[in-house]
């Protein structure tokens, strides 16, 4: 019989090394302080952003949305094939789709002109816009407990409301009682300084806080795809490495500042009841004040009304998203050899974490003889 897989953290990068070791035979059991998933990865615009990541993220994000595709008919929940639609209001923003395309082909990116735009809101400044069709859009208030639930059915075995006091070789000790574990996996996001403060200090991790909405959607229009902006931009790699990014961000900051300061990144998608969820911003610390400032939320508000072409936006929920934020994207380590500490530090855990966790269990391997494990921190 495999070795029992423990995991810390019932959250999207946690599940999704669940789903891996199901897939592998091994008997896994799944511990979370909270009864349900509540942190980020219910916080977050459901967007599996595939195309405009780079590097190792493009990578894993490939091969997540194949898990994506193939587990939304099995655990029942909703995803979209709606694919993102970057939009651009200035020649440079025009300049990175355009430069962004060539790198990329056809079957990935799709420049268009305004009138190719399929939008039912649109800003009157809207000059053109990208289309990237392989993009994936799930509700993740609905996905993660029914890929929870549906895991659960498949064996994993659930600890809720346990929470973990420290991780040792072989070992997992909790609020619960000790949990023997064959290999370990420590997904707990932002919180691993909670944990193994030395190993979070060593990757330079912070909480970034973002600052997002809920909005009633003017005129009750549906908007398929995900819609991001000039400002994302200068988020995703896979556009903000770009030779033309560079006038993109020359120019807002010299004619709004504030974005950058409050590090915007307009978008937005639509939920099934068709609010739309709009974001966001990002502040990086390890401690947060708790203190939040209004104008941040009327920026974001505003430059999204802009976007939309309408005079402003009704506001039916607002919440504090937090995820683990580090100089890597990801954050792979072993304090031990049957354990790793695993940490999407970007933002994009939806979107790479099914195509990452393979790989850190093939590093893991169950220490049998013969296999070598992988390890070590970042990439």
Same mark, same amino acid.
């Given at each position: 019989?495999e070795p029992t897989?423990?995991i810390v953290?019932a959250?999207?990068?946690?599940l +999704?090394?669940?789903?891996e070791?199901?897939?592998?035979g091994?008997?896994v &059991? *799944? !511990?979370? $302080?909270? =009864?349900?998933?509540?942190?980020?990865s219910?916080r977050?615009?459901g967007h599996?952003?595939?195309t405009?990541?780079?590097?190792?993220?493009l990578g894993?994000?490939?091969?997540?949305?194949?898990t994506?595709?193939d587990? +939304?008919p099995?655990?029942g929940?909703r995803?979209?094939?709606?694919?993102? &639609? *970057? !939009?651009? $209001?200035a =020649?440079?923003?025009?300049?990175?789709?355009?430069?962004?395309?060539?790198?990329?082909?056809?079957d990935?990116v799709?420049v268009?002109?305004?009138r190719g735009?399929?939008?039912?809101l649109?800003?009157?400044?809207?000059l053109?816009a990208a289309?990237?069709?392989l993009?994936?859009?799930v509700?993740p208030?609905?996905?993660v407990?029914?890929v929870a639930?549906w895991l659960?059915?498949?064996g994993v075995?659930f600890h809720?409301?346990?929470?973990?006091t420290?991780v040792?070789a072989?070992?997992v000790?909790t609020t619960?009682?000790?949990f023997?574990?064959?290999?370990?996996?420590?997904?707990v996001g932002?919180d691993?300084?909670?944990l193994?403060?030395d190993?979070?200090?060593?990757?330079?991790?912070k909480?970034?806080?973002?600052?997002?909405?809920?909005v009633?959607?003017?005129?009750?229009h549906?908007?398929?795809?995900?819609?991001?902006?000039?400002?994302?931009?200068l988020r995703?790699?896979?556009?903000?490495g770009?030779a033309?990014?560079v006038?993109v961000?020359?120019?807002i900051?010299r004619d709004q500042?504030e974005?950058?300061d409050?590090?915007?990144?307009?978008?937005l998608?639509q939920?099934p009841?068709?609010?739309?969820?709009?974001g966001?911003t990002?502040?990086?610390?390890v401690t947060h004040?708790p203190f939040l400032?209004?104008?941040?939320?009327?920026?974001?508000?505003?430059?999204?009304?802009?976007?939309l072409?309408?005079?402003a936006?009704?506001v039916r929920?607002?919440w504090t998203g937090?995820?683990?934020?580090a100089p890597?994207e990801?954050?792979i380590?072993?304090p031990?050899?049957?354990?790793?500490?695993?940490?999407v530090?970007s933002?994009?855990?939806?979107t790479t974490a099914f195509?990452?966790?393979?790989?850190?269990?093939?590093g893991?391997?169950d220490?049998?003889?013969?296999?070598r494990?992988g390890?070590?921190?970042g990439?």
């Amino acid at each position: 019989m495999e070795p029992t897989l423990v995991i810390v953290g019932a959250g999207i990068v946690g599940l +999704a090394h669940a789903l891996e070791g199901v897939r592998r035979g091994m008997r896994v &059991v *799944v !511990l979370d $302080r909270d =009864e349900r998933a509540v942190g980020a990865s219910v916080r977050n615009f459901g967007h599996v952003c595939v195309t405009a990541q780079d590097g190792r993220a493009l990578g894993y994000a490939r091969d997540a949305r194949r898990t994506w595709l193939d587990l +939304a008919p099995q655990a029942g929940f909703r995803l979209w094939e709606a694919g993102t &639609v *970057v !939009l651009a $209001r200035a =020649e440079d923003e025009l300049a990175v789709l355009a430069e962004f395309a060539a790198s990329r082909g056809d079957d990935q990116v799709t420049v268009l002109d305004r009138r190719g735009i399929d939008l039912p809101l649109l800003a009157d400044d809207v000059l053109g816009a990208a289309r990237l069709p392989l993009d994936l859009r799930v509700d993740p208030r609905e996905a993660v407990p029914a890929v929870a639930s549906w895991l659960a059915a498949q064996g994993v075995e659930f600890h809720w409301r346990t929470a973990v006091t420290g991780v040792e070789a072989g070992l997992v000790r909790t609020t619960r009682g000790a949990f023997e574990a064959g290999a370990t996996v420590v997904a707990v996001g932002h919180d691993v300084d909670r944990l193994l403060p030395d190993l979070a200090d060593a990757a330079g991790l912070k909480r970034c806080r973002l600052r997002m909405f809920e909005v009633a959607t003017p005129g009750g229009h549906v908007i398929a795809p995900a819609v991001l902006s000039g400002t994302s931009m200068l988020r995703y790699p896979g556009l903000s490495g770009t030779a033309a990014a560079v006038d993109v961000r020359a120019r807002i900051a010299r004619d709004q500042p504030e974005l950058l300061d409050a590090v915007v990144n307009l978008m937005l998608t639509q939920r099934p009841d068709g609010n739309l969820v709009v974001g966001d911003t990002h502040h990086y610390a390890v401690t947060h004040d708790p203190f939040l400032d209004e104008d941040i939320d009327e920026l974001v508000l505003r430059e999204a009304a802009r976007l939309l072409g309408v005079p402003a936006l009704t506001v039916r929920r607002r919440w504090t998203g937090v995820y683990a934020s580090a100089p890597d994207e990801f954050l792979i380590a072993a304090p031990h050899p049957t354990t790793r500490v695993v940490s999407v530090t970007s933002g994009i855990g939806m979107t790479t974490a099914f195509g990452l966790a393979p790989t850190v269990l093939d590093g893991l391997n169950d220490r049998r003889p013969g296999h070598r494990a992988g390890g070590g921190a970042g990439r």
